[in-house]
């Protein structure tokens, strides 16, 4: 059974930075292609981050902020998110898509804010 479980969210202040990781199970996320979506109260859900195989990916709202990463031993994706704006409050979502299907996360909150 497949199951993505992100973790890592919280409030933080502007320019703090926080760590996301998205524990995935039932398939490899070596071999699945994974990304980070966000969506921001009354807007759509945005791409922010993917990473399959040896291609990375960043949106260019994200770029130089945020680095998405995958460590295979633990079978987890993370999203390292440096010098945190405003702006960047959303509910944040792990996807993985494999040969067969897509798969989402529950979404983890993250709130920047003074």
């Known amino acids: 059974q497949v199951q993505l479980v992100e973790s890592g969210g919280g409030l933080v202040q502007p320019g703090g930075s926080l760590r996301l990781a998205c524990a995935a199970s039932g398939f490899s996320v070596e071999n699945a292609a994974m990304r980070w979506h966000r969506q921001a109260p009354g807007k759509g859900r945005e791409l922010v981050a993917g990473?399959?195989?040896?291609?990375?990916f960043h949106a260019s709202s994200v770029k130089g902020r945020f680095t998405i990463s995958r460590d295979n031993s633990e079978n987890t994706v993370y999203l390292r998110m440096n010098s945190l704006k405003p702006e960047d409050t959303a509910v944040y979502y792990c996807?993985?898509?494999?040969?067969?299907?897509?798969?989402w996360g529950q979404g983890t909150q993250v709130t920047v804010s003074s």
């Open positions: 996807q993985a898509e494999t040969g067969s299907a897509v798969y």
């Open positions: 990473i399959f195989g040896a291609g990375i």
